[in-house]
C-alpha cells in the first residue's frame, strides 16, 4: 500500500461532529491524537460534548453526544500523565474516510485544535514537515 504524504498542518473535515475545514497539526511525537472540547458532562452512561474554541470560526458545534466511550492515560512530553475520555469518529484525508480514536482535550490556548498522532499516521501516512495542507489543497483543485 503506498502512503500518501501529508504536510505538517491541514485541514481536515470530521462529518459524524459536524466540524468542517478543520485545523490540524500532525504531531508525530504524540501517540494518540486529540481534539480540544470545550464542554464536557457524563451523565446515564452517555458523554455530552460541545466543540467550539474562540479562535477557530470553523470549530464549532451543537451538542454532540457519545453512547460509546472510554478513558486513557496520555503522558505529556513532561512526563505528566492525565486521564481523558477517548471517542471514536471518522476523519476525511484526501477525500477518504477513516476511522479515528481521539482524546478529548483542553487546548484553547493552543493554535490548533486538533492534533494527529502516530496511532492514527502510522501505515497510512509519511509526514514531511516542509509541506502544508496536502488533503486541503488537493479537494480544492
Sequence with gaps: MTKKILGRVDKIDFPELKLYT????MDTGA?????????IREENNKLYCIFESKGHPNFKSDEVVFDN?????VKSSN??????????????????????????????DMKFPVLIGRQFL????????D??????????K
Design 31 to 39: 501517540y494518540t491524537s486529540a481534539i480540544h472540547c470545550s464542554k
Design 69 to 73: 466511550y472510554t478513558y486513557t492515560d
Design 131 to 140: 509541506l502544508e495542507n496536502q488533503s486541503f489543497n488537493q479537494i480544492n
Design 79 to 108: 512526563g505528566y500523565k492525565e486521564n481523558r475520555y477517548k471517542i471514536k469518529t471518522t476523519v476525511v484525508f484526501f477525500e477518504k474516510t477513516y476511522k479515528i480514536n481521539l482524546t478529548l482535550s483542553t487546548r484553547d
Design 22 to 25: 478543520i485545523d490540524v497539526k
Design 122 to 129: 502510522s501505515k497510512k501516512f509519511l509526514v514531511d514537515v
